[in-house]
């Protein structure tokens, strides 16, 4: 069914003139007629009969009417749910327990007349930068691990968190007890982190780390999901894993699993909100506002980064320093 038919059907009914709908409308008089002959046809009734006065609604014309004016409501919402600027921001958190999904829950409380859409890619920096790119989304979080020169032309990026991290482990492992574990006392324990894609930003860390530390970092096996890794945790003495420290995890209390943090120096994984500079979405810039706020470093802390992560650092304080 022709939309412009039924909005031109609308205005008629609305206005009791073809004139008067025109007017409305932007468009002649005998487009109007043409659009009303031809949505009449289509469906194959009289919508309208002439009067003196203008134009009346037939009994076919008024049980239209209704759903007409739904069809039209129908088309704005579908319209606003992909348009940028009036559907929801949308931005991409690659799996909803970690950090940057805690820190848009805590942007949506702030500010819960914007209405966001929080999706989940598990894309790579490079996949998830595509659909930024491409306008699939209007902002993603991931570590940035090539220079800026290197990303698309429209790419802004910015880092906004720096995620400490914590080891994991169950009741029986010789760290259950501690309050703190340095990387020094880690490089005697075996890390588990199974499943880990070979090549992504993730696994560059990781590598990186385990590098600059002597840790031993396994990933061999299938992932069986968080479920199937803390059970394991929890009964092993020797199991440990690393998250970072903002990351949900739920559990059954007879696991007794322990977060302990990783200090002196405390490993950091940064991550960058990723946008398009010429996003229009009004709501982007409020996001990256708050994100800006929340963005927190702790003073004095002896920490750990990545090459690249002090890369992304110097070139989001350059970027805030312009003009």
């Known amino acids: 069914?022709?939309?412009?038919?039924?909005?031109?059907?609308?205005?008629?009914?609305?206005?009791?003139?073809?004139?008067?709908?025109?007017?409305?409308?932007?468009?002649?008089?005998?487009?109007?007629?043409?659009?009303?002959?031809?949505?009449?046809?289509?469906?194959?009734?009289?919508?309208?009969?002439?009067?003196?006065?203008?134009?009346?609604?037939?009994?076919?014309?008024?049980?239209?009417?209704?759903?007409?004016?739904?069809?039209?409501?129908?088309?704005?919402?579908?319209?606003?749910?992909?348009?940028?600027?009036?559907?929801?921001?949308?931005?991409d958190v690659h799996t909803r327990r970690t950090a940057p999904a805690v820190l848009?829950?805590?942007?949506?409380?702030?500010?819960?007349?914007?209405?966001?859409?929080?999706?989940?890619?598990?894309?790579?920096?490079?996949?998830?930068?595509?659909?930024?790119?491409?306008?699939?989304?209007?902002?993603?979080f991931h570590a940035v691990t090539v220079p800026a020169h290197q990303l698309p032309g429209a790419i802004r990026t910015a880092r906004v968190i720096d995620e400490h991290h914590e080891i994991l482990v169950g009741p029986r492992h010789a760290l259950a007890n501690a309050g703190a574990v340095t990387l020094t006392q880690l490089a005697e324990h075996r890390i588990w982190m199974p499943g880990?894609?070979?090549?992504?930003?993730?696994?560059?860390?990781?590598?990186?780390?385990?590098?600059?530390?002597?840790?031993?970092?396994?990933?061999?096996?299938?992932?069986?999901?968080?479920?199937?890794?803390?059970?394991?945790?929890?009964?092993?003495?020797?199991?440990a894993t690393l998250a970072g420290e903002r990351t949900r995890y739920l559990w059954p209390d007879s696991y007794d699993l322990r977060r302990i943090p990783v200090r002196d120096p405390a490993p950091i994984y940064p991550m960058s909100l990723i946008w398009r500079d010429d996003n229009p979405h009004p709501a982007l810039t409020k996001l990256r506002d708050h994100l800006d706020s929340r963005r927190a470093e702790a003073p004095g802390a002896e920490v750990w980064i990545p090459t690249w992560g002090q890369r992304s650092a110097l070139e989001t304080c350059c970027a805030r320093s312009k003009p």
């Open 1 to 91: 069914m022709d939309l412009d038919a039924v909005r031109t059907f609308v205005a008629a009914a609305d206005a009791g003139q073809f004139q008067d709908a025109a007017a409305a409308l932007s468009i002649t008089q005998q487009a109007v007629s043409k659009r009303i002959a031809a949505l009449e046809r289509d469906l194959k009734v009289r919508l309208f009969t002439r009067t003196a006065r203008g134009v009346q609604l037939t009994i076919d014309g008024q049980a239209f009417l209704p759903h007409a004016r739904e069809l039209l409501r129908v088309e704005a919402r579908a319209d606003a749910s992909v348009r940028p600027g009036r559907r929801a921001l949308r931005v």
């Open 196 to 239: 880990m894609a070979p090549g992504t930003e993730w696994a560059d860390y990781y590598d990186e780390l385990a590098a600059a530390f002597g840790l031993t970092i396994d990933t061999v096996g299938p992932a069986f999901g968080n479920e199937a890794l803390l059970a394991e945790i929890a009964d092993s003495a020797e199991l």
């Open 104 to 140: 848009l829950q805590d942007f949506h409380r702030t500010h819960p007349r914007i209405e966001l859409d929080v999706v989940t890619l598990e894309a790579d920096v490079h996949a998830a930068t595509a659909a930024v790119e491409a306008g699939a989304v209007d902002a993603t």
